[in-house]
């Protein structure tokens, strides 16, 4: 589960977060921005905010009313295996209410939170109340075998006037309420192994926790690999931007660390040369395992050509027990190929591929071969890094391998710097396809056989028609 966040919306819940920080471990302050001057992060929207942290199973705990945390939540709610906790605080912290989340730890939460504020937590789970522990949510180290409708049975059983007799050995079991007798008709049972033999027990009346080795889950740090899109800050999507507002330290190409530097004021920047993406991997590897929230800046979207990729390859090839409990998430971001292919219409409308021209990483046979199958299968073909100062000719070269396949009138569209300032759309046809009309910062899209040229009025739309005859 990722660490907490505590989400207040003024400043005066400051001093009650700081004291729940205390008693969370990692956890993380979100202030309002326009309301809060000391939390640990800013935000503008809450129920985006909110919302977007639910989604990627951070336990959430609101010093504001239920209701706006309901309301906000309410559209997400579909599995309560997978959910998080959600925790309502009174502003003066005299309420604790856990509202979701009660199979993944949420009561034991707002009991540790309600012991910080010196308050009872407001508890609601029939279960948890009368006997003290959650049946179907056992402590860390222990797992239940049953499945739910034969724990919930169980326990509805036992809240009907049912007693049980505990086989083994769990002092959260034997130290709770629950309403032991020897002669009782149910039985809990605590087991280490030989599975085999007891599954066929499992029952509504018999319930078995296996005693399970507890991994360190303690995470250093965390390396988010983010995409910010093409360059334009409307195309960045609101987990990157809550990322990027919460990170410590920014890892990247000079470039591409520049196109977030709202963000960067007053954290660390690890800017670097743009073909050391291994160094750059490791390096970011190393800083989390540190304890800092690292972000790995990649335009487009980070496993496009970008940098998600380095970070597994150095984890796949280079054994580091420092690195072990990092937590790695890839936030993704709008694609060159998709910006230019919305901004002249929908010339990847139907199947499409991507190949990128630069023979760094894999010889020109290759890149050939690839031009040559993508277009005799009459592909979409997206073309990233057409060239570059030290190769200019393999733009020609692989236009030569397209018309062997394609028509000469197969329409082309060449986008520039998309996002940036100099952003330009063009549409031409493929016998006119030059090198002197692409860079290491356009992407070119080059349609099928069934792509066409729509005059539309006094505007041009290329598109390519879903059904292929």
């Given amino acids: 589960m990722q660490p907490p966040v505590i989400i207040i919306l003024g400043e005066k819940s400051i001093a009650i977060a ?37 989604s990627q ?15 906000s939540l309410a559209p997400l709610l579909s599995d309560k295996r997978a959910e998080p ?27 540790a939170i309600a012991k910080a504020l010196q308050v009872n937590p407001a508890i609601t789970t ?48 034997s130290e709770s309420n629950l309403p032991f007798a020897n002669d009782a008709t ?8 030989e599975l085999e033999v007891i599954v066929s027990k499992l029952s509504s009346n018999h319930l078995i926790y296996q005693t399970v080795s507890i991994q360190n889950s ?31 330290d920014f890892v990247g190409y000079k470039t591409y660390v520049n196109l977030v530097k709202e963000f960067t004021k007053g954290k660390q920047i690890h800017a670097s040369d743009n073909r050391v993406e291994l160094d750059r991997a490791r390096h970011a590897l190393d800083l989390a395992a540190e304890g800092k929230s690292v972000v790995i800046v990649s335009s487009g979207d980070p496993g496009i050509y970008g940098m998600a990729s380095a970070v597994f390859e150095v984890l796949d090839h280079e054994a580091n027990p420092k690195w072990n409990q990092i937590d790695i998430h890839v936030a993704p971001g709008i694609s060159a190929v998709q910006a230019a292919a919305a901004a002249i219409g929908a010339p990847v409308g139907h199947d499409f591929c991507t190949i990128s021209l630069s023979d760094i990483l894999k010889p020109w046979e290759v890149i050939e071969q690839r031009l040559t199958a993508a277009a005799q299968a009459d592909f979409v073909i997206a073309i990233y890094n057409p060239i570059s100062t030290q190769r200019k000719w393999q733009l020609t070269a692989a236009k030569e391998i397209l018309l062997q396949w394609r028509s000469p009138d197969t329409p082309v569209i060449l986008g520039h710097k998309m996002g940036r300032k100099g952003e330009n759309v063009r ?27 729509l005059q539309w009025g006094d505007r041009v739309r290329v598109y390519t028609p879903r059904k292929y005859d």
């Fill in 18 to 54: 700081r004291q729940i920080q205390i008693v969370t471990a990692n956890s993380t302050i979100y202030g309002l921005a326009s309301r809060t001057q000391t939390a640990d992060c800013e935000y503008e929207k809450f129920s985006e905010t909110v919302s977007e942290l639910f």
């Fill in 57 to 71: 199973g951070h336990p959430i705990i609101g010093i504001c009313a239920a209701g706006i945390l309901i309301r």
């Fill in 85 to 111: 906790p959600v925790i309502a605080i009174a502003e003066d912290g005299s309420a604790v209410v856990p509202l979701l989340g009660g199979l993944n730890g949420a009561n034991e939460l707002a009991r």
């Fill in 126 to 173: 029939t279960g948890d109340l009368r006997f003290q522990t959650s049946l179907l949510s056992p402590p860390d180290g222990y797992r239940l075998l049953n499945s739910d409708e034969q724990a919930k049975t169980f326990l509805a059983d036992l809240l009907a006037g049912a007693t049980v007799k505990l086989i083994g050995d769990a002092t959260w079991l």
């Fill in 186 to 193: 149910h039985r809990i049972e605590v087991v280490s192994n």
């Fill in 218 to 248: 303690t995470i250093t740090g965390k390396v988010s690999i983010i995409g910010t899109g093409p360059g334009a800050s409307k195309w960045m999507s609101p987990e990157v931007k809550t990322i990027l507002e919460s990170a410590t």
């Fill in 427 to 453: 549409v031409i046809l493929l016998s006119e396809l030059a090198p002197e009309f692409a860079d290491m910062q356009t992407v070119i899209i080059i349609g099928s056989s069934k792509t066409k040229i």
